[in-house]
T-cell receptor, first 112, second 115 residues
Framework: ETAVFQTPNYHVTQVGNEVSFNCKQTLGHDTMYWYKQDSKKLLKIMFSYNNKQLIVNETVPRRFSPQSSDKAHLNLRIKSVEPEDSAVYLC???????????FGPGTRLLVL | GDSVTQTEGQVALSEEDFLTIHCNYSASGYPTLFWYVQYPGEGPQLLFRASRDKEKGSSRGFEATYDKGTTSFHLRKASVQESDSAVYYCALSPYITGNTGKLIFGLGTTLQVQP
């Protein structure tokens, strides 16, 4: 049963465009995350967000920014996409730091 | 820094074969260890977790035992089925003050089971 929802499923865009991905969780969790999964299936944390505290991974380019309206929503904006941004972006949530994380189905981004 | 190593990139088995996917970690203290499974077109799903030395996690016939001495958390299943075909990830959550909650994943192991 899906409890972490992501939209869109798939997005194709041109280099330099701005894109925004949405994530909503209905689990009542306090913490949400964004991960990037590249073409080799490698999963890397981008951001974690807990009670309005944002933790930014230092390897994430500045064109990426998370946006949260409440603890159930964490969106991801990419200001000016680059070809290397093509990947699957996975949203996850957990009850608290370090607890088991539950993932959404992902948004697949293709940058032409 | 903390890391997870999965030895096998790809594993090909027949139904009813025995499965072992090796996972070794590098981290201080007692990190929490996880196994996740990812089916095509879906996000990773938690199989199980373990937080203490000698603790055994299990789910759906899969199991792994936390071994701090060998820093390992190997995944095993006695008899695989075609439906087990997926990508398996070993992951850890560091045990540190101010833990950001991030998961550190291994590179993943693609399991293909032939009928």
């Amino acid at each position: 049963e899906t409890a972490v929802f992501q939209t869109p499923n798939y997005h194709v865009t041109q280099v330099g465009n701005e894109v925004s991905f949405n994530c909503k969780q209905t689990l009542g969790h306090d913490t949400m995350y964004w991960y990037k999964q590249d073409s080799k299936k490698l999963l890397k944390i981008m951001f974690s967000y807990n009670n309005k505290q944002l933790i930014v991974n230092e390897t994430v380019p500045r064109r990426f920014s998370p946006q949260s309206s409440d603890k159930a929503h964490l969106n991801l904006r990419i200001k000016s996409v680059e070809p290397e941004d093509s990947a699957v972006y996975l949203c996850a949530s957990s009850p608290d730091w370090g607890r088991s994380q539950y993932f959404g189905p992902g948004t697949r981004l293709l940058v032409l | 820094g903390d890391s997870v190593t999965q030895t096998e990139g790809q594993v090909a088995l027949s139904e009813e074969d025995f499965l072992t996917i090796h996972c070794n970690y590098s981290a201080s203290g007692y990190p929490t260890l996880f196994w996740y499974v990812q089916y095509p077109g879906e996000g990773p799903q938690l199989l199980f977790r373990a937080s203490r030395d000698k603790e055994k996690g299990s789910s759906r016939g899969f199991e792994a035992t936390y071994d701090k001495g060998t820093t390992s958390f190997h995944l095993r299943k006695a008899s695989v089925q075609e439906s087990d075909s997926a990508v398996y990830y070993c992951a850890l959550s560091p045990y540190i003050t101010g833990n950001t909650g991030k998961l550190i994943f291994g590179l993943g192991t693609t399991l293909q089971v032939q009928p």
